[in-house]
């Protein structure tokens, strides 16, 4: 009987703090929106999640002609064309470190991540975190992206993201919890 009193207190003790870990993990959602359509997904996703909202914003905003993926002396093509290309962001995210968990939102440029998402994660690291990507796009799949980031950062601990096209909070919820 004693036998027992003690593994039950055992477990009294541990269980609590197993699940007190999982509750304590720090959730950041960060966002690149030129237009708007990432912005809300990126809303909902912290809302379900009970994560921190962080918009990834350019040191100097993009206007339409730059979004003009017609044009290719836009700002945006010229950016893409480059791989090395970094736009400068404002920085001004303090406690990246304190993240546990960082879904990163964008929408999809030429099959992948606006180069302005390197600069992000070049700017603060993640190296050990979990990171999920997720994305909008009006026909492309993030699965490039998913397979440029690993290869371009393998420190991190990624996890592959989705596109998230006209998701409900619902749907959005049910993909977060089942990255857990």
């Known amino acids: 009987m004693r036998r027992l009193f003690l593994v039950l207190t055992a477990l009294a003790i541990v269980l609590p703090s197993c699940a007190q870990k999982k509750n304590d993990m720090k959730t950041l959602v960060a ?3 030129a ?10 996703l912290a809302e379900v999640t009970g994560a921190t909202l962080y918009e990834i914003q350019p040191e ?28 400068a962001i404002i920085k001004d995210l303090t406690d990246a470190d304190a993240y ?21 994660i070049e700017t603060y690291g993640f190296e050990g ?5 997720f994305a909008t796009s009006g026909g492309s799949t993030i699965d ?5 980031f690993k290869a371009a950062y393998p420190k991190i601990a990624w996890k592959d993201g989705k596109t998230l096209n006209g998701a409900s909070k619902e749907q959005i919820r049910k993909w977060a919890e089942g990255l857990e």
Do not use: C
């Not at 490039?144 to 440029?148: G, S």
């Open 100 to 120: 546990d968990r960082i879904f990163i939102g964008f929408p999809v440029w030429w099959y992948t991540a606006p180069t302005i998402i390197n600069t992000f």
């Open 60 to 87: 100097v905003q993009y206007t339409a002609a730059d979004l003009d993926w017609r044009n290719r002396q836009s700002r945006s093509s010229v950016e893409m064309q480059d791989k090395n290309s970094r736009p």
């Open 31 to 33: 966002y690149f929106s």
């Open 129 to 133: 975190k979990t990171v999920i990507f």
């Open 35 to 44: 237009t708007g359509t990432t912005e809300a997904v990126a809303a909902d």
């Open 144 to 148: 490039k992206a998913n397979a440029d």
